[in-house]
């Protein structure tokens, strides 16, 4: 049986996003989305007027990093829950790695991949401190859960954005989970 052909605004995505991670957004003129996807360029335009269009599109398209606490908390041990909770999101990263490469890439040019970047930043951060929260049991001082979510979520999100000039995933970070745990548990709430 013949596996059946995406459609057309679902070619259109997957192109863009090819050519976008290869070429640039501003080097990728949309002829060339249209010829990789196998429409006629009108109907780029058809589904997405303007390129930039093409761009929000695909910020749309990230998965969502968004984890459940219950997922990942371990009660008492905050190294294991932090552990579990980069893994996850290392998963989805790998999932989305030509996208998250695109983005990482045209953040600099475009207000509107700045902003959601910065906006899933601040999404890491709460959930980073939901689940030292959760897991450290009212054990820990809030002050020392917002420095400790903060700089996790800076840690990841360096590690996500360098990932794809890595030719192997990268290593856990148990020492930086290790520490921060320690750390947190080193001051706990009298």
């Known amino acids: 049986m013949k596996q059946e052909e995406p459609p057309a605004k679902e070619r259109i995505l997957l192109a863009a996003e090819e050519l976008f991670a290869e070429s640039g957004f501003d080097a990728t003129p949309t002829s060339r989305i249209a010829e990789r996807a196998k429409v006629p360029k009108g109907l780029v335009h058809y589904y997405f007027r303007r390129k930039a269009d093409l ?28 552990r579990r909770l980069v893994s996850e999101l290392d998963a989805r990263l790998a999932r ?6 695109l983005l990482w890439r045209e953040a600099d040019t475009h207000r509107a991949v700045r902003t959601a970047l910065n906006d899933r930043f601040q999404q890491l951060v ?29 840690a990841v999100s360096y590690r996500h954005s360098v990932a794809r000039h ?23 709430v009298t």
């Open 55 to 82: 761009l929000g599109a695909l910020i749309k398209r990230l998965p969502d990093e968004q984890i459940d606490p219950a997922l990942v908390v371990v009660p008492g041990d905050i190294a294991e829950s932090l």
């Open 96 to 101: 989305s790695r030509m996208l998250s490469h």
């Open 126 to 154: 709460r959930q980073v401190r939901a689940v030292i929260l959760a897991a450290g049991e009212g054990g820990v001082a809030v002050a020392d859960v917002d420095s400790a979510a903060g700089l996790l979520a800076l």
């Open 166 to 188: 890595e030719e192997e995933p990268p290593s856990l970070m148990e020492a930086e989970l290790n520490f921060i745990a320690g750390a947190l548990m080193a001051h706990p």
